[in-house]
């Protein structure tokens, strides 16, 4: 009996992220990465280190949304973006 086990790369954020993220047909922008992210699931590290030579990779201060079952605001929360939107993150600051 062979077991086969998926692969997995040197990058282990990516194996992650890969297997969580929303399915990339969702998504609001064609530079979204969730839809660079999703296409790296079962990727070696090879496929991971093609697919984001040349990308930029932002790390801003995306708007938080308001709680669920109240009028509290939360902080601002840091994400990784391929587009140069939201804000920069600031010293200082609070976020989630």
Do not use: W
């Not at 997995?8 to 954020?13: M, Q, T």
């Not at 194996?15 to 530079?31: E, I, L, M, Q």
């Not at 969730?34 to 991971?48: K, P």
């Not at 939360?74 to 804000?87: A, C, K, T, W």
């Amino acid at each position: 009996m062979v077991v086969e086990t998926p692969h997995s790369s040197l990058y282990p954020e990516i194996d992650f992220a890969s297997k969580v993220v929303r399915d990339p047909s969702s998504s609001t922008s064609a530079n979204d990465i969730d839809g660079l992210i999703y296409t790296l699931s079962n990727a070696e590290s090879s496929d991971v280190e093609k697919a984001v030579q040349g990308q930029r990779f932002y790390v801003r201060a995306m708007p938080a949304l308001q709680g669920q079952y109240s009028s509290e605001v939360y902080p601002d929360h840091v994400g990784i973006s391929l587009e140069n939107i939201s804000n920069q993150v600031s010293v200082g600051e609070i976020y989630t």
